[in-house]
């Protein structure tokens, strides 16, 4: 194998300003919607307040011959060269520049950027460094004959997803025989409009395979199969459907998904990522929330607002606090406790947009949004409800101890729980005043030898005292709380120039998107404007939050949303593939209480779900040219299975999956907690849980959840973009893990049946969920033959080689497609 040389980037000795040379243009191809988000939030506001007073086209002392006002000006580079190296942030000088590490070229001048800046910086680089502005000819002309901001609210009212939902009528179809449901109506509508044929009905085994794995994460049990092909009613799916949406193990599959979408994390995110013990606490409401069906205009609201509401029990009280951990979640920055807070925020309002709105709300901080409908004050009306809001501290470097986090007792059953250990330290207290009254007395003693041994003797033990005072204080039982927020000093905001915090603008009233009905709060309004937020986002009458979720709903059944960029409904996402199919399910969702399960059984029986995933040569020959996308649902989309679920499928066929729910992790006690930027906090733990329970970083992802495509916990992930790569191979074939379930699945299908056929006959139903073909068994009978003389010719022990053979041979069956594909 060759080995790969890391050639390391020259670095030239020039200052930042003395840049020579010219670089070709490049041809760039249209940056994505995702990249452009980022410049736009990350990278612009750094250009404008940091480089342009000397790197820009209005410079009055412009330096260097260098522009970064545009794309076309950082390609061309300066008097002596390239900045940028789309690619490679090692091999750019601006990078380079904005570390300071090179004491010739220090940029900006007067004052280093952030951290997080920087860190933003190199992405981007490394990324590709999209920009998508344009020339200043091109931009004086498109600022000519645009509004303000990217779109007028009387075009954002014409867009579609701003309009009102409608409750469509079911369309007729020629082929009135093959809709079961109003579903299927719309979906055949489309094929027939195009012209093209549905694949035939998928078959009983995949049908439950693909469902089991579609609710729960988990493959069917063989006895699970067996008793579903066993079951000849015309509602034997329905009842499989109804089984595994009352299983305690959908609300983990399902809450794994939002959990994707809101960037969940157990650490802070801050520049040391300090661990949150607590915020497991939100993750299990999450599950709870899912698996009691717990309506979806009430899930946001409690994740908004849960302290704000009002009415019910101390357990209900608590538990809706718990629900506002969502708030909570939103990163930290910086490494003390102000760190960056307007981040923070930004953090929150960007996820409130995109989870609950489909909408880049925070694209407008720094100006009025270059695509959508929402201005700066839009944002800034957001801002202030959050700014209103008292968040927890979590831990940083500069201030090490937790604060503001959220009881969950009572405050008698504080005390209660605390008395025993006040008094302790009062004993300590007391006898610490005693002792300190002997030193000093020692003290006024006569010089002489004496009075040293005496003087040594009380500072001696003044000092045990005070070290065993410390050790005491670190016993305190624990109190029960949440990371969760609470209501602060309510306030409106001023707008922040050029998204700066120290450059402000006018006041701005706290209110809702004007684009979404405006409401509005009045400056001396006495509470922090949550829970009203809670009601305008969850409002029937809100064109995009049934929208959005349905979307997802769906879009987590078949593989893509109706509208392919669930978390983007504004003009730079796409447009719906069936937008009456898609007001009709928002409205399905909002009539039947918006019921996430309701959601789920009316996909799920539909006829358009069930297809196969696979067609005769004749369909796919003429469908293919026709729909090359599967944009109009002709099958079902064949996919891979996620990291959670080929982790948590390793350990099931193991027998080794411990279905309990988690807690939290076994972080290190929190006195000691020291870490700092430079050092900072990193772990994995190991656990038999499901993957759902795996400790999550932000600044470093679990090594098994990054090899397998894991979501990003630093920011919202509306869908995963699965890869292949060689190193996922591997680690089916090499891991410790993987070879102690295929041990453990050996062991499994031995203990199953007396003799081999019938071994490798449980082995493929437990692994593909079907039977071996006549190939398949005769292929694996030879298999095992094989490995058996290689383990003799090895002199393995005897007792040792049949469950060597047989581990061998379910490692085999685990590293194929058909064990993490769903058709």
């Not at 907690?673 to 932000?698: C, D, K």
Request: glycine fraction near 6%.
């Amino acid at each position: 194998m060759k080995s790969i040389t890391k050639l390391k980037p020259l670095i030239a000795g020039l200052l930042f300003l003395l840049l020579g040379g010219r670089t070709c243009a490049i041809q760039a191809a249209e940056p994505s919607a995702e990249a452009v988000e980022f410049f736009e939030k990350k990278i612009r506001p750094i250009l404008v307040t940091h480089c342009s007073e000397c790197h820009s086209r209005d410079s009055k002392k412009r330096q260097g011959g260098l522009l970064l006002d545009s794309r076309d000006g950082w390609l061309r580079g300066g008097d002596s060269g390239a900045v940028i190296v789309p690619g490679d942030p090692e091999k750019s000088l601006l990078i380079l520049a904005v570390r300071q590490t090179d004491k010739d070229l220090r940029m900006p001048p007067k004052q280093k950027l952030t951290d997080t800046q920087i860190a933003d910086l190199e992405t981007w680089v490394k990324n590709g460094a999209a920009d998508p502005r344009k020339t200043v000819a091109d931009q004086a002309e498109e600022l000519s004959t645009r509004p303000k901001y990217g779109m007028s609210l009387e075009e954002g009212r014409k867009f579609w997803s701003f309009q009102p939902v409608k409750d469509p009528a079911v369309p007729k179809v020629r082929n009135a025989n093959w809709p079961r449901t109003a579903i299927d109506h719309f979906v055949l509508a489309r094929m027939e409009q195009a012209d093209v044929t549905p694949a035939s009905a998928a078959d009983a085994r995949t049908l439950l395979r693909r469902v089991t794995f579609d609710l729960t994460g988990l493959p069917p049990t063989p006895a699970e199969m067996e008793a579903f092909l066993a079951d000849t009613s015309p509602q034997a799916f329905e009842k499989v459907v109804d089984r595994l949406l009352d299983s305690p193990r959908y609300g983990e599959r399902w809450g794994r998904h939002w959990l994707d979408v809101v960037r969940y994390a157990d650490t802070s995110g801050n520049a040391s990522d300090y661990p949150v013990p607590q915020a497991h606490r939100y993750r299990d409401w999450v599950i709870r929330a899912f698996n009691k069906n717990m309506p979806y205009d009430q899930f946001l609201r409690e994740q908004i607002a849960g302290d704000l509401l009002p009415g019910g029990t101390e357990a209900e009280r608590f538990e809706r606090i718990t629900a506002t951990g969502y708030l909570a979640i939103a990163r930290r920055f910086g490494g003390d406790r102000k760190g960056e807070h307007h981040l923070t925020l930004e953090d929150t309002i960007d996820n409130l947009g995109r989870a609950f709105l489909g909408s880049s709300i925070s694209c407008a901080r720094c100006h009025d949004h270059k695509f959508d409908p929402f201005t700066m004050s839009d944002y800034y009306g957001l801002y202030g409800i959050f700014e209103s809001t008292r968040y927890p501290f979590p831990g940083a470097e500069a201030d090490k101890k937790p604060a503001d986090f959220v009881p969950l007792m009572t405050q008698a059953e504080i005390d209660a729980l605390l008395a025993p250990h006040r008094e302790k330290l009062a004993v300590v207290d007391a006898e610490i005043k005693t002792l300190e009254a002997a030193d000093a007395e020692a003290k006024k003693q006569p010089d002489g030898p004496d009075k040293k041994a005496a003087v040594e003797a009380a500072a001696k033990t003044l000092a045990e005292a005070r070290k065993k005072r410390t050790t005491v204080a670190t016993e305190a039982p624990a109190v029960s709380d949440a990371y969760a927020v609470a209501d602060g000093t309510p306030a409106n905001t001023k707008l922040q120039l050029r998204g700066d915090p120290k450059r402000l603008g006018d006041e701005v009233p706290r209110h809702f998107p004007v684009i979404l009905g405006g409401h509005e709060l009045t400056k001396n309004f006495a509470s922090s404007g949550r829970l009203q937020l809670a009601e305008w986002v969850s409002d029937p009458k809100n064109p995009l939050t049934a929208r959005v979720m349905v979307n997802r709903i769906w879009q987590f059944h078949f593989g893509r949303g109706i509208v392919q960029t669930p978390n983007d409904f504004g003009t730079r996402g796409q447009a719906p593939t069936h937008p009456e199919l898609l007001d009709y399910l928002a409205s399905r969702f909002v009539d039947t209480g918006w019921s996430v399960k309701a959601i789920h059984k009316l996909i799920l029986l539909s006829q358009s779900w069930q297809l196969a995933s696979s067609s005769d040569r004749a369909t796919l020959a003429k469908n293919t040219p026709l729909d090359p996308s599967n944009d109009l649902l002709w099958k079902f989309n064949r996919y891979r299975l996620d990291a959670e679920s080929i982790r948590d499928t390793l350990l099931f066929v193991g027998g080794d999956l411990d279905e309990s729910s988690a807690g939290t992790h076994p972080f290190p006690p929190q006195h000691t907690w020291g870490w700092t930027q430079h050092n900072p906090f990193v772990a994995a733990y190991e656990t038999r849980h499901r993957s759902i329970y795996l400790m999550q970083q932000r600044l470093k992802k679990h090594p098994y959840l990054a090899l397998f495509d894991g979501a990003d916990p630093s920011s919202s992930t509306g869908s995963r973009l699965p890869s292949t790569t060689p190193l996922q191979a591997l680690f089916v074939m090499n891991d410790p893990l993987a070879h102690l379930e295929s041990s453990k699945f050996a062991a499994r299908a031995i203990a199953m049946a007396s003799d081999e056929t019938a071994r490798i006959a449980a082995a493929h139903q437990i692994a593909w969920n079907r039977p071996p073909s006549a190939d398949e068994q005769q292929e694996c009978a030879d298999f095992l033959k094989q490995y058996r003389v290689q383990l003799a010719e090895l002199k393995t022990p005897p007792d040792q080689v049949e469950l060597k053979a047989w581990s061998a041979l379910t490692r085999v069956l685990m590293s194929s497609n058909e064990f993490v594909f769903v058709d």
